[in-house]
């Protein structure tokens, strides 16, 4: 009786052993079937080549744009070819398969495989790659690997994000992206670190959204101060998440305060290209819509005429780190603070008293520009700030459209110093200040929302 009994619990064991194997089988198959294969990128390398060495370090295959193979690799195989010599006889896309996932151009090597596209004097190298080894590549390359990992962090999902935002911007070379600061530097397997690779693979498929699309995470070295709006820079439709924000992160940055001396033969050299000639040159002025903000556009005065360049050409044309500058002169500035200041009838016209309050509620609600916000009462009570009228005078209030800085001579400028902040375009996340703030403990959701306004995060399904 003991032993058919034990038998029964036997089988009964076994039956809901299968049970169990089957139910993790179906959930193994529905989550497999729901997950997608993670996306492969297509990623111009450089510009028109007219002299390719491709190099298959395990070996490997070459196909045709049909699949068929073409060619076969040992170690080392070596696929090298010169327009000049060979112009016009390639047409057809040649695709270069490496048995170990690993193949090198012009000196470099890149994980993936590449495709060769053979024009008529040229050839465009493509490098397909999965997206997240695409960003090992990516990362490392636009901020420094010794950066805190909350840092290399926010980085990896606004270089993901920008990828996903951004894959058509190259679709009428046979790519998507390409590895330049047009879309994002890429080095390839040269750019990889362990701490690179931890970031990367510790926010694996996470992207930033705004209204259920990917937002365009624009991005740059150093904002100097303050970040800028996407219209003012780049002009087109305001972006709401990219929109101008205070930081003082940088500071330590190299550009957070830059200086520039250019002569004016440089200046007659470079601008006769754009049509701007002149010989002599009585004054320049700068416009921007406040003093150190983006530069409209700058004005130079002659004896006989005016000729104005865009702000966003001039950086371009002389190479400045940002668009954000005034003339170094140190006496029109020390002139413009004094002018402020005699605006106040006195210096003592108002006297500020800060006092603790600890009767007022425990909570506050406090408006802002940017809404209502729900506040808590400090340590120590609340800091209540009166100011007290002691002269009858007041302030004049400072209205103007725009900011001018200009430089002015009796006779013919020889040379103009520019006074400026920042490195990049300014728009979006500051990549110095973000490494400050991950060296100050803020994890990449922090950083990410500081930087910009009103998005979401969500994980892809791959």
Same mark, same amino acid.
């Given at each position: 009786?003991?032993?058919v009994f034990s038998l029964g619990k036997l089988a009964a064991f076994k039956l809901f052993f299968v049970v169990f194997f089957l139910l993790?089988?179906?959930s193994s198959y529905l989550y497999a079937k729901n997950k997608k294969a993670e996306p492969i990128f297509k990623i111009k390398l450089g510009d028109k080549h007219d002299k390719i060495k491709i190099v298959l370090p395990d070996g490997g295959r070459v196909l045709d744009a049909s699949g068929k193979r073409v060619q076969g690799f040992r170690k080392r195989g070596v696929f090298e070819r010169n327009l000049k010599n060979h112009r016009g006889r390639q047409r057809t896309p040649l695709n270069f398969i490496s048995n170990n996932g690993l193949v090198e151009f012009n000196g470099k090597t890149y994980r993936g495989s590449l495709t060769a596209h053979f024009k008529k004097d040229h050839v465009v190298i493509v490098n397909n790659v999965a997206v997240e080894d695409y960003l090992r590549g990516v990362v490392g390359g636009e901020m420094s690997s010794l950066a805190p990992l909350e840092s290399l962090k926010s980085q990896a999902v606004i270089a993901r994000t920008y990828a996903f935002a951004g894959r058509h911007r190259h679709k009428d070379e046979n790519a998507e992206l390409c590895d330049s600061t047009h879309c994002q530097v890429y080095? &390839?397997? #040269?750019a990889e670190r362990k701490s690179v690779d931890l970031a990367v693979a510790a926010t694996r498929s996470i992207t930033m959204l705004y209204d259920g699309n990917h937002a365009e995470t624009l991005y740059h070295s150093t904002c &100097?101060? #303050?970040?800028?709006?996407s219209s003012s820079v780049f002009g087109g439709?305001?972006?709401?998440?990219l929109r101008r924000v205070q930081c003082s992160f940088c500071e330590n940055a190299p550009n957070y305060?830059?200086?520039k001396v250019i002569s004016l033969d440089m200046m007659r050299k470079v601008l006769t290209n754009e049509k701007i000639n002149f010989d002599a040159v009585t004054d320049i002025e700068i416009v921007s819509p406040s003093y150190m903000d983006i530069v409209e556009k700058i004005v130079f005065k002659t004896p006989t005429s005016n000729h104005e360049i865009k702000g966003s050409r001039f950086r371009s044309l002389f190479k400045l780190p940002s668009m954000t500058f005034v003339i170094a002169d140190k006496d029109r500035r020390r002139q413009m603070l004094a002018d402020s200041l005699s605006d106040m009838e006195s210096s003592e016209a108002w006297r500020v008293n800060l006092q603790r309050n600890t009767l007022l509620s425990r909570q506050l609600f406090v408006q802002s520009a940017e809404g209502l916000h729900r506040a808590s009462e400090p340590l120590g009570g609340w800091g209540v700030l009166s100011v007290q009228k002691i002269l009858k005078t007041s302030?004049?209030?400072?209205l103007q459209d725009s900011f001018k800085s200009s430089v002015m001579s009796q006779s013919s400028l020889d040379k103009i110093s520019l006074f400026g902040r920042g490195y990049g375009h300014q728009v979006g996340l500051c990549q110095s200040g973000a490494i400050e703030l991950g060296k100050r403990g803020w994890n990449y959701r922090q950083i990410l929302s500081y930087y910009y306004s009103d998005v979401s995060l969500a994980s892809l399904a791959y």
């Open positions: 009786m003991n032993r993790v089988c179906q080095f &390839g397997i #040269e &100097g101060g #303050e970040t800028s709006d439709t305001f972006k709401p998440w305060r830059w200086s302030p004049k209030p400072q």
